[in-house]
């Protein structure tokens, strides 16, 4: 198993790609926290991790929250007696350009999805450079790297996850810390759902989104298991890089 031994905390491991990841830890050997913002999908996702032979714990964290973020992070290496990797993958979708994005969403869209890697990993980081190194891997979006309509607060807090992933590399090197990200396509999760139910024609939606994926539409498991990769040693060379699993969506246009 490629992460034998390891263990992790993963942010939005209730639904999607956290989920996902979280039960592929599991399957790979690793013990794993599973934070979020819904005490009950945590607390799914551990008993799905259980029934599969592994151990997983739930701990209901807010990562606007530089309180549970504290606390997360604290219960995290009293219960598992270590922590070798921090996924930051919670997230939330705004849907609306500039003009229709409120002041309040907009802040709320940063906080949750960009400012919560920044402040997780503050907060890990002494420990990470007392144990001898540690990885961080981030959850990103295509979205962060080509510009998408409607999604002006959501493509902007990507592409400031890519950026951060890159700066926080450089500064963790001297230390052993690793840093990296990850840039899903579309795959089927809650974000996505709800993406659709504003949609006036959401079946449209996915028929376009099926045509843009040279590869056709992913699952959440090829995204889990780019994030396994990324945990591994087999990746011990690897630091500051945006993974893009995206089914060739971002290689350019194609033919009709």
Known sequence: M???????IITGAGSGIGKATALRFAEEGAV???AGLSKEDNETTVREIEKIGST???IKTDVTSDDDIG?????SISILKKVDVLINNAGQAVIG???EVSSEDWDRQLDVNLKSIYRASKTIWPYFREAGGGVIINTASIAGLIGTPGQASYGVSKAGC????????????KDNIRVNC???GWVPTPMVDYHMSQLEEPQAFVNRLEKLHPLGLGDTKYIAA???YLASDEAGWITGTELTIDGGLTCGLQSE
């Open 32 to 34: 794993v926290v599973c």
């Open 182 to 184: 990850i840039c899903p």
């Open 97 to 99: 350009t500039v003009e």
């Open 71 to 75: 606390e997360l992070i604290s219960q």
């Open 2 to 8: 490629r992460l034998s031994g390891k263990t992790a």
């Open 56 to 58: 997983a714990y739930a």
């Open 226 to 228: 780019g994030f396994v």
């Open 162 to 173: 890519v950026m951060l992933t890159k700066c926080m590399a450089l500064d963790g090197a």
